[in-house]
Nanobody
Framework: QVQLVESGGGLVQAGDSLRLSCAAS????????MAWFCQAPGKERVFVAG????????YYADSVKGRFAISRDNAKNTVYLQMNSLKPEDTADYYC??????????????????WGQGTQVTVSS
């Protein structure tokens, strides 16, 4: 069992930066692929970024390439999402997700086994 707790969201202005954190409990974190998804009001949850179990591979949605960076610290059981040059269209609830068993990164939310409760990011223009 893995429990995920996100933090770091908030209200910022366009062009600002935020760093989201996702703290995981459980013994299997280092074998989990991790990802961030976002969900805007009235819209479906969409993939933002993912990282494999070792941190050697990352994958991004086109909309965030060059602006966001995902990383992980397996010693701290934590995954991060550095968000730079934020835009109003980045406004959403951001969720951390885990996929176990040394699985590859997937942009499909249905492939993830565990989810956090979300943290809200609001970007004003």
């Amino acid at each position: 069992q893995v429990q995920l707790v996100e933090s770091g969201g908030g209200l910022v202005q366009a062009g600002d930066s935020l760093r989201l954190s996702c703290a995981a409990s459980g013994r299997t974190f280092s074998s989990n692929a991790m990802a961030w998804f976002c969900q805007a009001p009235g819209k479906e949850r969409v993939f933002v970024a993912g990282i494999n179990w070792s941190g050697s591979a990352t994958y991004y949605a086109d909309s965030v390439k060059g602006r966001f960076a995902i990383s992980r610290d397996n010693a701290k059981n934590t995954v991060y999402l550095q968000m730079n040059s934020l835009k109003p269209e980045d406004t959403a609830d951001y969720y951390c997700a885990a996929r176990g068993g040394y699985a590859i990164i997937s942009p499909n939310s249905g492939h993830y086994d565990y989810w956090g409760q979300g943290t809200q990011v609001t970007v004003s223009s």
